[in-house]
Nanobody, 122 residues
Framework: QVHLVESGGGLVQAGGSLRLSCTAS????????MGWFRQAPGKEREFVVG????????YYADSVKGRFTISRDNAKNTVYLQMNSLKPEDTAVYYC???????????????WGQGTQVTVSS
């Protein structure tokens, strides 16, 4: 079992920045690929970004490329999502997720955090 806890969400003006963190406990963190997804009200959960177990591979949704950066610190069992140039359409609950192989579909991930709200005002 992998337990994930997100933090760092909040309210920010358009053009601003936030950094989300996701700390894992339970199994060996470095064995798992990690992903961030988000879900806006009335919409389906969508993929944002993923990172391989060792951080050597990252992949981004087109909507966040060039603005968001994922990274991980396996010594701290934590994955980060740096979000810059935020837009009102980035407003959503952001979820951290984990699995053994990565991917961009929510159905591929077996472990999820509780989510953290990000609100971007115009």
């Amino acid at each position: 079992q992998v337990h994930l806890v997100e933090s760092g969400g909040g309210l920010v003006q358009a053009g601003g920045s936030l950094r989300l963190s996701c700390t894992a406990s339970g199994r060996i963190f470095s064995n798992y690929a990690m992903g961030w997804f988000r879900q806006a009200p009335g919409k389906e959960r969508e993929f944002v970004v993923g990172i391989s177990w060792d951080g050597s591979s990252t992949y981004y949704a087109d909507s966040v490329k060039g603005r968001f950066t994922i990274s991980r610190d396996n010594a701290k069992n934590t994955v980060y999502l740096q979000m810059n140039s935020l837009k009102p359409e980035d407003t959503a609950v952001y979820y951290c997720s984990a699995n053994r192989w990565g991917g961009s579909y929510s159905s591929e991930y077996g472990y999820w955090g509780q989510g953290t709200q990000v609100t971007v005002s115009s």
